[in-house]
């Protein structure tokens, strides 16, 4: 019965110990508000496309790079509208080319923050809807 009190001191030290010699994670994620973007060709509005981003950052910038999402929002609506309403390879048979959009969203993303700030542009949700 002496023993669980120090049982649990020890216990107790050893916790803290692994969580002071835990070094922090190398990655954090931001996620930006969800982009809405519709498909405009010469026949009128055609569909509209709904996308949901996060970044994959180094960690402790997430400050930094929230503080950027309006910018990144305005780079991603202003690259992609365009794009997709001239069906500039960014339509497959009336599918949006999922690869075509994150390569297009990652190069936004180092034009507007620069080459060495965002480990990976993560296209989390992508909706596609006909009108």
Do not use: C
């Not at 023993?3 to 649990?8: I, S, Y």
């Not at 780079?75 to 009336?94: M, Q």
């Not at 390569?103 to 620069?114: C, F, H, M, N, P």
């Amino acid at each position: 019965m002496t023993l669980a009190p120090f049982a649990r001191a020890a216990y107790a030290a050893e916790e803290e110990e692994d969580s002071k010699a835990k070094p922090p994670p190398e990655f954090e994620y931001v996620e930006l508000k969800p982009l809405v973007l519709p498909i405009i060709t010469e026949r009128g509005l055609t569909q509209q496309v709904s996308l949901l981003v996060s970044l994959e950052i180094p960690y402790g910038k997430g400050d930094e790079i929230r503080a950027m999402a309006p910018k990144l929002a305005d780079a991603y609506i202003s690259d992609l509208y365009g794009a997709l309403g001239n069906n500039e390879a960014l339509l497959k048979g009336g599918v949006v080319d999922v690869t075509a959009i994150k390569e297009r969203l990652s190069a936004d993303t180092i034009k507007v923050l620069g080459p060495d700030k965002v480990h990976e542009v993560l296209l989390q949700v992508m909706q596609q809807a006909k009108r």
